[in-house]
């Protein structure tokens, strides 16, 4: 075979082992679109790919199920969780990137180690403090455990983000007089937009795909999205068309949100470790 | 005084209250576990019965009096290596593939990449449980098509094989994005120079691309790993650890016996506990491997 060939076989292999991994990557949610616009008796044969589609499944959930009430949870607790731990987060953040001292990288790993907490393991003193308090089944009991993965993302994030600015703009900063504190808010804070976007949008992902507290501490008046898909079992079986149709309402956010920080996602995955 | 203090050490005025929140926040609580984990304490109990029991919880666990326990650990590490292994391997091919291509396709192959790590893991739990059903699920139906046998995916021999899969599927991307990261930023001059004096492939990639990748691979192992060993969501939708207590992990052990049916918060604490040390046990040694020097 000449060169040319080669190359040849092994662009279509390559493009054909793209076509896999997207098939198989992007199977499962696009079974879910299609199963949410399936009238009811079609559900259960998978192999009609010809049907007339419908919006009931939709027309269901928001006027029976009342899921709007669970995104309406689910908005409020990511949203008010993410503001706060932004404001905490990013002073933290910028007292890790610009100070020095000597247990700087342990009290930097402390905060990283906050991510190998089990979610299982410290809900449950959170759900008797929560019950002595009378917070089940609240808002503010989610938002303060949203904050658990929250702060620390946000403090390894934008330390990084923060990093990336030169040290020459905050001293030029400070012979025309800033504050310390006027540093922060007038130069860096609008400088690193991009990056506290990118950090916002994260918390906002994590906070919404939350279920182990959500789904120890509420049950009905704060209940979220991600644990209502669980109202659709019942015991005359699950109601697929409605599970999906919440599904993809509640994924499109989140998709929409992700291939827009697709430029910081190595970043955000891996807690501002690698600046992909 | 204080002013002192700050003057001495500015950086804690910014770290400071982020610092104070996380102590309550996970301090506290953790503390609060260990003792928790001390007593018998049941859900809708008064405090005048709670007892302090010292560490027969955990005895309990030890002396297989608890075999639920276990198991859970068992299935949890057997779970953890299956798919952290399956992830990186193919998560690293992956990386690999996108990184030698210059096809016009990448950029879909990142927006698809990205769909499963963003998605809601309940959700998409759900949806596997959909298509795995054994009657009318698609797998079946695309089984039944290639004229294969039809296999029941949540059944007692399948069920843990399926939590795997549908993990496979949500976590791949992230270990595919990262090793894409670290492999197109490998510098190319010590390839050619080795190529020259005469390496092979698997030369080249057991000593330039994996020396040079190790933390990064140790990085996602990292996360991989501590993920698995606390998965909870997904076979909590797709199996709710069952049938029997094949897919329950220590995560649906602990939620079965705190759950308001059974409420034996001392003893699901005490596993919480012991969920705890094997999650930091796992990334203690991963992250000691990390930054050793080879």
Known sequence: MSRAQKRAVRKVVVLLLFLIICFFFLAPYLWMVLISLKPKVDIYDPGKLLFVPTLENYRSIIEDAHILEYFKNSMLVSAVSTVLSLVIGSIAAYGF????????ENMAFMVLSQRMLPAMAIV???????????????????VICYMLFNVPFTILMMRGFFEDIPLEIEEAGKIDGCSGWQVLKELIIPLSLPGL???????????????????????????????SVMLFLSVSGTKWGEMAATGVLASLPVIVFGIAVQKYMIRGLTFGAVKG | MIKRYFKKKPYMTYIAPAMALMTVLTLFPTIFL??????????????????????????????????????????????????TAAEMIFGFLIGKLLCDSESRMKPIVFAVLIIPIVMTPSIAG???????????????????????????????????TSVVLADIWQWTPFVALISYAGVCSLPTDQYEAAR??????????????LPSLRPLIFLAMIFRTIDSLKIYDMPFVLTQG??????????????????????????????????????????????YFQRKEM
């Open chain 1, 197 to 227: 976007t990118a950090t916002a949008i994260f918390c906002l992902i994590n906070s919404w795909n939350e279920f182990v507290f959500a789904n120890f501490l509420t049950s009905v008046k704060a209940k979220t999205v991600p644990t």
């Open chain 2, 196 to 209: 020259i004096d005469g390496g092979n492939a698997f030369q080249l990639f057991r000593y330039i691309t």
């Open chain 1, 97 to 104: 990137a610009r100070f020095n001292w000597k247990d700087r």
């Open chain 2, 126 to 160: 759900n949806i596997w449980k959909l298509m795995l059903n054994a009657e009318y699920g698609i797998v079946n139906y695309f089984l039944a098509v290639l004229h294969l046998p039809r296999v029941t995916w949540l059944d007692a021999d399948m069920a843990f």
């Open chain 2, 34 to 83: 260990w003792l928790i984990s001390m007593t018998n304490y049941q859900l809708g109990w008064d405090l005048g019965r709670v007892k302090f029991v010292g560490l027969d919880n955990y005895i309990r666990l030890v002396s297989g009096r608890d075999p639920d326990f276990w198991n859970a650990v068992y299935i949890s590490l057997k779970f953890m290596v299956i798919t």
């Open chain 1, 124 to 142: 449950i003193p959170y759900f008797l403090m929560a019950m002595f308090a009378g917070w089940l089944d609240t808002r503010k009991i989610l």
């Open chain 2, 242 to 287: 069952g049938p029997g207590n094949s897919t329950e992990f220590l995560s649906l052990h602990i939620y079965r016996l705190a759950n308001a049916q059974n409420g034996l918060i001392g003893r699901a604490a005490a596993n919480a506990i012991i969920l705890m040390m094997i999650s930091s046990a796992v990334s203690k040694v991963l992250t």
